[in-house]
């Protein structure tokens, strides 16, 4: 894996609905700051396919576009604040943050990171590429490779539940997103990431110690992305 961590199955968990909406809110209101057409606004575009597929409601998602965009009284006062250190046995981790608070994400942060380690900025993503990453299912009879290829994409690994993710330079995220939807790609996901260099395998029971860390760090409500360098 080394991208994206995600817990498995929290899309279909009831007593996660409200939390997934909030990030996914959060997410469409700093994507609108550069503008409320997600026909002009690829980042927007794909932040609001996310909610749609979470069943979020036509009233909640265009608020949440309004509010980025500043066409409401209450604005969108959410920073990006990323974490760097390492989750029990050592896995590196980079978690972003989307907040209105700093000194209340902070303090969450550091009392989940007592079960792990919590480094400086520059600690572990020297160990990590930033790059362009995009989810998407295939069509009847599609070979990944050359899909990849015509698309532009630089790399490619296996998703979860027959998905595909597909790595490219993030300044080509768009391009080859644009490409593979047209080769009849369904894209699920696109946007900048981090990719371990170095992703690490453990066994059963560290891998579960690893992902009830990963966990604690995903319930938190500004946590919006998770990166550990898990194989």
Same mark, same amino acid.
């Given at each position: 894996?080394?991208? +994206?961590?995600? +817990?498995? /199955? #929290?899309? +279909?968990?009831?007593?996660?609905?409200?939390?997934?909406?909030?990030?996914?809110? !959060?997410? &469409?209101? &700093?994507?609108?700051?550069?503008?409320?057409?997600? %026909?002009?606004?690829?980042?927007? #575009?794909?932040?609001?396919?996310?909610?749609?597929?979470?069943?979020? =409601?036509?009233?909640?998602?265009?608020?949440? *576009?309004?509010? /980025?965009?500043?066409?409401?009284?209450? !604005?969108?006062?959410?920073?990006?604040?990323?974490?760097?250190?390492?989750?029990?046995?050592?896995?590196?981790?980079?978690?972003?943050?989307? =907040? %209105?608070?700093?000194?209340?994400?902070? =303090?969450?942060?550091?009392?989940?990171?007592?079960?792990?380690?919590?480094?400086?900025? /520059?600690?572990?993503?020297?160990?990590?590429? #930033?790059?362009?990453?995009?989810?998407?299912?295939?069509?009847?009879?599609?070979?990944?490779?050359?899909?990849? *290829?015509?698309?532009?994409?630089?790399?490619?690994?296996?998703?979860?539940?027959?998905?595909?993710?597909?790595?490219?330079?993030?300044?080509?995220?768009?391009?080859?997103?644009?490409?593979?939807?047209?080769?009849?790609?369904?894209?699920?996901?696109?946007?900048?990431?981090?990719?371990?260099?170095?992703?690490?395998?453990?066994?059963?029971?560290?891998? !579960?110690? =690893?992902?009830?860390?990963?966990?604690?760090?995903?319930?938190?409500?500004?946590? +919006?992305?998770?990166?550990?360098?898990?194989?």
């Amino acid at each position: 894996m080394g991208a +994206q961590w995600k +817990q498995k /199955g #929290r899309e +279909q968990a009831a007593d996660a609905r409200g939390r997934i909406f909030s990030k996914l809110a !959060k997410e &469409i209101s &700093i994507a609108a700051r550069a503008g409320a057409d997600p %026909d002009m606004n690829p980042r927007l #575009r794909m932040a609001v396919e996310a909610a749609k597929k979470a069943s979020m =409601t036509r009233e909640t998602l265009e608020r949440a *576009i309004k509010k /980025g965009a500043g066409l409401l009284d209450e !604005k969108a006062n959410y920073e990006l604040v990323a974490y760097e250190g390492f989750a029990p046995h050592q896995v590196a981790v980079i978690v972003e943050c989307l =907040t %209105d608070n700093r000194a209340r994400t902070a =303090t969450n942060v550091r009392n989940i990171f007592r079960k792990g380690q919590l480094g400086v900025s /520059g600690s572990v993503s020297w160990d990590f590429k #930033r790059e362009g990453i995009i989810e998407a299912d295939p069509p009847a009879g599609a070979d990944a490779e050359s899909a990849a *290829i015509e698309a532009g994409a630089q790399d490619l690994e296996p998703g979860e539940e027959g998905a595909t993710r597909f790595f490219t330079e993030p300044s080509d995220l768009d391009s080859v997103t644009k490409a593979l939807a047209a080769q009849g790609w369904r894209v699920s996901a696109s946007k900048p990431g981090w990719r371990a260099k170095n992703p690490i395998a453990l066994d059963e029971a560290a891998r !579960k110690e =690893t992902e009830a860390f990963l966990q604690a760090l995903d319930a938190d409500d500004d946590v +919006q992305e998770i990166y550990a360098a898990l194989a």
